[in-house]
């Protein structure tokens, strides 16, 4: 799969994946009000019939949650953001984001967190090609009784292509660590690559 | 832009409720949808805070939702199906809707005006559609739920989700170390009534049985049809002498009154086998049907309409004899 981009055009969409890092975690800090501390984040072009198996052993064993969220902008971008977690971590960053556990239903929370994560990263990176995204209301694929892979599964397989970006959260108490997938179809990655090519072009 | 004129009509016709609020929380904005559905009218709450002219919505969570909406600058999403609505409004389906509020989808937006200053928009859509269909939904699983747990000619349980019960109960019986008692009753000469009343006398038979034996149960036993004309009772924290009261008075319902049919009185009985839980292990569910089983023989055996209680010496069948 790496073929489908040129080496030139990976370095690129990673400069800009870290970059978008960057602006997420600027604004999750001013807004959490705590250091937030990002790794740069490892991406990777995966066969989107490949995911469920990568996934297995890093979530069979616990408690994990699966959120989707669709997003559309310009220039026949388009794709379903998938940010993957482990429920004990989640519970942590609903502190710090004020939920209490009564206020909200747990499902409530999972969106929330998940559409906050996805949408501050991929509006960093909209920015930065001058693009700009609107977003469908996340949706919770699996949560505690269902099976990560098998809602994976389901999933994963309508796409192409699938850009797997390893998120790894630092803060200043405790660390939040996710995956998020781009699962992007294959019409949407040719006009990735243009895009790429046009910002090869100006510099 | 020259289709600038578009925006104002197509938002005041829009079918969901468009809101705007300030960095204060001020109401900037309200379309034609939210201001009929609410009965308020724009120029009276312009500027004033949104928690002051909506007064029942959570606001703790609201602040909460456009803070974020406002500090991150990127969209918040809030789903009827984790909280039906934000703002209360009528909906248009009264009638035929069970709900009484609009069930919302609801998308906050960042917004900036040419000066720079920051907004949130609030969409409302009504979703009350997708509520009432997830309602009959709930609804209908529910009643399949039920219809696959029940004998369609008896109601009482089909063999497969007493079978379930009557393991979860021993299980349950095991683990509080409390006495569990089954009763396995057959109605008896079943084959030749069939033969002289037809199979819809024999239905009646049934029918009537099961009514009969279900006003004497508690609300804790179970009760299920094991085959075509044998039936088991699960007694939950009940010992043998209990058990065998319950039994006595299932033979004496049945037998003390025929069954009517077409004008037609049908005398029938039943033979019941007794034997509490002693068993342990996984399949000590098993080892009790088989016991009861035993007993239900020996009842047969002795001359039918009568109860026997198993006894521990007894471990195998003898050629079974109806």
């Known amino acids: 799969m790496s073929t489908v981009f040129s080496e030139e055009q990976r370095d690129c969409l990673q400069e800009l994946i870290n970059v978008a890092m960057g602006l997420a975690s600027d604004k999750l800090a001013r807004f959490l009000n705590t250091f937030v501390h990002l790794q740069v984040p490892a991406i990777e072009l995966v066969n989107s019939a490949q995911i469920p198996a990568q996934f297995e052993a890093r979530y069979s064993n616990t408690e994990a949650a699966l959120v989707s969220q669709g997003f559309l902008g310009n220039d026949g971008l388009r794709g379903e953001a998938i940010v993957l977690y482990q429920l004990d971590n989640a519970h942590r960053i609903a502190a710090l984001l004020g939920y209490d556990t009564d206020s909200a239903s747990e499902l409530e929370m999972l969106t929330d967190i998940s559409s906050i994560l996805t949408t501050t990263f991929l509006n960093g990176l909209a920015d930065q090609i001058d693009n700009s995204l609107s977003y469908s209301a996340p949706r919770v694929l699996s949560s505690r009784q269902n099976n990560v892979s098998e809602a994976l599964q389901e999933t994963a397989f309508h796409w192409e292509l699938a850009l797997k970006v390893d998120i790894s959260y630092q803060l200043v108490d405790h660390s939040f660590n996710c995956d998020m997938l781009l699962l992007i179809p294959g019409e949407a990655v040719l006009n990735i690559q243009k895009i790429l090519e046009r910002i090869l072009e100006e510099y | ?322």
Request: glycine share 6%.
């Open chain 2, 1 to 322: 832009m020259s289709e600038d004129w578009l925006t104002g009509p197509v938002l005041e016709q829009l079918n969901s409720g468009v809101l705007v609020v300030d960095e204060q929380l001020q109401l900037v904005y309200l379309n034609s949808f939210l201001q009929r559905h609410s009965s308020v009218q724009l120029s009276d709450v312009k500027g004033k805070s949104l928690f002051q002219v909506f007064t029942d919505v959570p606001e703790a969570w609201l602040r909460r939702k456009f803070a974020s909406v406002l500090e991150l600058q990127s969209p918040s999403f809030s789903s009827w199906e984790q909280r039906q609505y934000i703002i209360k409004l009528p909906h248009l389906r009264p009638v035929t809707s069970s709900s009484q509020y609009m069930a919302q989808n609801c998308t906050m937006l960042p917004l900036k005006d040419p000066a720079g200053r920051r907004y949130v928009c609030l969409l409302i859509e009504d979703a009350t559609d997708a509520f009432v269909y997830q309602q009959h939904l709930q609804t209908t699983l529910q009643k399949l739920e039920l219809s696959n747990r029940i004998d369609g000619l008896t109601q009482a349980l089909n063999r497969r989700y007493w079978e379930e019960q009557l393991k979860l109960e021993v299980q349950r019986a095991q683990r509080y170390q409390q006495p569990l008692s089954l009763l396995l009753f057959d109605l008896d000469k079943f084959k030749q009534l069939n033969d002289q009343y037809g199979h819809l006398g024999g239905d009646c038979v049934l029918i009537e049985l099961t009514a009969r034996v279900r006003v004497l149960l508690r609300d804790t036993d179970w009760f299920g049809r094991y085959g075509g004309e044998e039936f088991g009772i699960v007694l939950t924290n009940t010992a043998l002498a209990g058990a065998l009261e319950v039994a006595e008075r299932v033979c004496l319902a049945v037998n003390s009154t025929a069954v009517t049919f077409h004008d037609q009185s049908i005398a029938t009985s039943v033979s019941i086998g007794v034997a509490q839980l002693d068993a342990v292990g996984d399949r000590a569910h098993e080892v009790l049907i088989g016991q009861a089983d035993i007993a239900l023989y020996n009842a047969k055996r002795d001359g039918r309409n009568r109860v026997v209680v198993f006894s521990a010496g007894e471990t195998e069948f003898l050629l079974k004899a109806n």
